[in-house]
């Protein structure tokens, strides 16, 4: 689905902040993007969503390019940043409306994802509020409904769990187990590594702008010669210096 080629880039060609990294995602799994803060996993996020364009390297998906088809490769994408990225002058039902007309839903499929994510989260008596003047976790989740709303073939999920309460980040969860089983891609990057072991199918971990590991978590244990270390462990290890395979 997702094609990330020896992409060397940033915000300067003299001072590239990542350098020759690739990776994949592929329907019906969950791609854990983890590392330090620093490390580059924010700007390889960038280059995906085409907020930056490398120096190097390119980006498919499905077989397409945001240089050659831009319209279709931003469609097949939707996003949930870190920071809540909303429309002062929209109230929350305006937000979802402008996620329906962005990404071209059908009525009837936004009217039953709409009202199933609004009890999800609970946010069903908040529709005609101003989500600026939500809290930090109930304006994650307005972000969280809109990237669900739109559900298009690659999701990217950027510390998604920061702010929310429990049962917000295991109604999230489920959400994204669900939407790999019924064929979508997800990159998810997180500092919870614990939560990220147990979700997600494979891993790219990232150092110093570079890939250090990859692959399921047995492949990466080989990588690092560390045999039946946890993803915390091997982090730990690489962050530290130590040598990979």
Same mark, same amino acid.
């Given at each position: 689905?997702?094609?990330? !080629? ?16 690739? =990776?994949?995602?592929? *329907?019906?799994? $969950? ?64 937000? =979802?409306?402008? +996620?329906?007309?962005?990404? !071209? ?16 989260? !609970? ?22 409904? /809109?990237?669900?709303?739109? *559900? ?14 429990? =049962?917000? $980040? ?6 994204? $187990? ?11 990057? +997180?500092?919870?590594? *614990?939560?990220?072991? !147990?979700? /997600? ?5 990232? %150092? ?20 039946? *270390? ?5 982090? %730990? ?9």
């Amino acid at each position: 689905m997702l094609e990330v !080629r020896n992409i060397t880039g940033g915000y300067a060609p003299e001072t590239p902040v990542i350098r020759s990294v690739s =990776l994949d995602v592929n *329907a019906h799994e $969950i791609v854990g993007l983890i590392g330090m803060n620093g490390a580059g996993k924010s700007t390889i996020l960038k280059h995906v969503l085409g907020l930056l364009e490398p120096f190097e390297g390119e980006i498919l998906l499905e077989g397409g390019s945001l240089s050659t088809d831009p319209l279709k490769f931003r469609s097949r994408i939707s996003y949930i940043p870190e920071q809540p990225r909303l429309y002062e002058e929209l109230t929350l039902w305006e937000h =979802l409306e402008l +996620t329906k007309l962005v990404y !071209r839903l059908e009525e009837a499929v936004f009217s039953e994802r709409v009202k199933r994510l609004l009890d999800v989260f !609970r946010l069903a008596d908040k529709v005609d509020e101003f989500p600026n003047t939500f809290s930090k976790g109930m304006q994650q989740k307005v972000m969280i409904l /809109c990237a669900f709303v739109a *559900a298009p073939d690659l999701l990217i999920v950027d510390e998604p769990f920061v702010g929310l309460d429990p =049962l917000a $980040i295991q109604s999230l969860l489920e959400l994204l $187990i669900e939407m790999k089983r019924e064929g979508h891609g997800i990159l998810l990057s +997180t500092h919870i590594l *614990a939560t990220a072991e !147990r979700y /997600c199918d494979r891993f790219v971990m990232v %150092n110093a702008g570079q890939v250090a590991l990859r692959g399921t978590v047995s492949q990466m244990q080989e990588q690092s010669g560390l045999p039946g *270390a946890t993803l915390e462990e091997m982090f %730990n290890h690489v962050v530290s210096g130590g040598a990979v395979r």
